[in-house]
């Protein structure tokens, strides 16, 4: 059970395996007004920044689950490097079946909802950890604009145009699903191009280092046509975000 060998080798370098900053993660833990002591839960947690930093910052405690063993072992040695772990913990394990022990304060899948079969699945699975009064964490694409044919659907990783809604429908969607949204930090195109951009060098540096590996052909195309693609497609017609949700 672990995340394609393709995946962790893009990602090798990245603490947040979404497009988001470290900066729009720490302005997203001070947008929730986190109490020391609040409980959370991170389903697919990847390397597990986002608990280790709001645990450095507001003294929250929590636990991650993630698939991925790399990912998992990095999420420990980040706890160790903050001094945090004495107040999180890392679960090798599938997220998609993990409901806490106890209710949470925060219930958070970002940007892994594939765990739940979708949105309206992993708000299911997240509602079944939370305490009634708690903040559900959704991080998200969306269609920034709407693609004019199936080319640029197909070039944001994508099989049809309804695979993705457009910001005003996934916030619609939130409200069908019984829940306010009370918070939201979105991505931009410059954070979009760190979390990209950066997957470019890491392919590059392990191609240099591993040039008869299995995956190489596979990977060099990848890296020969990837970056014309993003910037092309992902970049100007996809959006991203986390929503923070409290049941109605």
């Not at 597990?48 to 709001?54: A, K, N, S, V």
Request: some cysteine; aromatic content about 8%.
């Amino acid at each position: 059970m672990d995340l394609p060998r393709s995946f962790v080798i893009r990602e090798s370098s990245h603490r947040i395996h979404d497009p988001f900053t470290s900066e729009k993660l720490a302005m997203l833990g001070q947008a929730l007004r986190l109490s020391p002591g609040a409980s959370v839960l991170d389903l697919a947690c990847g390397s597990g920044e986002l608990l280790c930093t709001w645990a450095r910052d507001h003294r929250i405690t929590g636990a991650g689950v993630d698939i991925s063993t790399a990912f998992i072992d990095r999420a420990r040695t980040r706890a160790a490097e903050v001094g945090v772990t004495d107040r999180v913990r890392f679960v090798h394990g599938d997220a998609s079946g993990h409901v806490a022990d106890e209710p949470v304060d925060v219930a958070a899948c970002v940007g892994a909802t594939w765990i739940g079969g979708g949105v309206p699945g992993t708000v299911r699975l997240l509602r079944q950890s939370l305490k009634p009064d708690g903040i559900m964490l959704i991080g998200e694409p969306f269609w920034r604009r709407r693609p004019a044919d199936q080319a640029v659907v197909t070039g944001c990783h994508v099989e049809s145009v309804d695979d993705l809604l457009p910001l005003p429908g996934l916030v619609e969607q939130f409200g069908a699903l019984g829940y306010d949204v009370v918070e939201m930090v979105l991505a931009d195109q410059d954070s979009w191009d760190r979390y990209r951009a950066a997957q470019w060098l890491n392919v590059r540096r392990w191609l240099d280092a591993h040039p008869e590996d299995e995956l190489a052909a596979e990977l060099r195309a990848e890296l020969h046509a990837g970056p014309a693609r993003y910037v092309r497609y992902e970049r100007e017609y996809v959006g991203w975000g986390v929503f923070a949700l409290m049941r109605r």
